[in-house]
């Protein structure tokens, strides 16, 4: 199970939100390039990295960032935030992105979710983020009455090959993470699946260590690494 840590950028400074609410933003640090450093020498082996911005504004705002980033790491990066065109999808994975992350895009363009799927394949994967049992787009600001699950089997017969779920209520508030909804998600669809939101100790990740031979691929940390009270290292050591 791939420990994740997640680098969230607004306004080019490392913040992390709670539940997705841009006033609730807490500053970690002014140099995401030396957050993603951090992490790499502290063993992770993938990065998460969201422009929030990009995310609410419908188009990356933070690409120069993201940019110093890949420069900096040897470490695959996935990125999202604002990938609602043709031109931004091939811009961010032309810079050196491993997987583009498709959001609001992907429920609103068939023809375009099942193009991109079927020419970059691995390097496109699909944020699931969900509010209430439904799907959240446009940066979490819009919530549609499309079930998750449905949700789910709509992206998997479009030859999506990753899926990132979230449940928005758990993000960024430290209160565990959604195991009802991951055993629900992993039951539909046959496809790896990365889980976002609520982890807050290596409690919370023993919880999800037995849903990694069902298809859970990774986790998603944020928070709970930033505050100390998960060491990344600690972390990946006990659940590689």
């Not at 039951?187 to 290596?202: E, F, K, Q, R, T």
Request: charged share 25%; aromatic share 4%.
């Amino acid at each position: 199970m791939l420990i994740i840590p997640a680098i969230d950028i607004q306004q080019g400074r490392c913040v992390r939100l709670r539940q997705g609410d841009p006033a609730s933003a807490v500053v970690y640090d002014v140099d995401p390039v030396a957050v993603a450093v951090r992490w790499e020498d502290e063993g992770a082996q993938w990065l998460h990295v969201v422009d929030l911005d990009g995310a609410l504004d419908g188009t990356p705002q933070n690409l120069t960032v993201v940019r110093r980033i890949l420069q900096s790491v040897r470490i695959p990066v996935q990125f999202g935030g604002g990938i609602r065109n043709w031109a931004v999808l091939e811009q961010v994975l032309e810079i050196g992105v491993a997987r583009a992350i498709l959001g609001t895009v992907a429920l609103s363009d068939r023809g375009f979710l099942e193009e991109a799927a079927r020419q970059f394949q691995e390097r496109v994967a699909v944020a699931l983020d969900v509010r209430g049992g439904r799907v959240a787009v446009e940066g979490w600001a819009t919530t549609l009455s499309l079930d998750f699950l449905e949700a789910a089997k709509v992206l998997r017969e479009a030859g999506v090959r990753r899926v990132v779920y979230t449940n928005i209520s758990r993000d960024g508030a430290m209160a565990g993470p959604d195991l009802r909804g991951l055993v629900n998600l992993l039951d539909a669809v046959d496809i790896p699946v990365i889980a976002s939101g609520g982890v807050s100790s290596l409690s919370d990740l023993e919880r999800l260590a037995p849903l990694a031979p069902r298809g859970l691929e990774g986790v998603i940390i944020g928070r709970a690494l930033y505050e100390g009270r998960i060491h990344l290292a600690d972390a990946i050591h006990r659940f590689r």
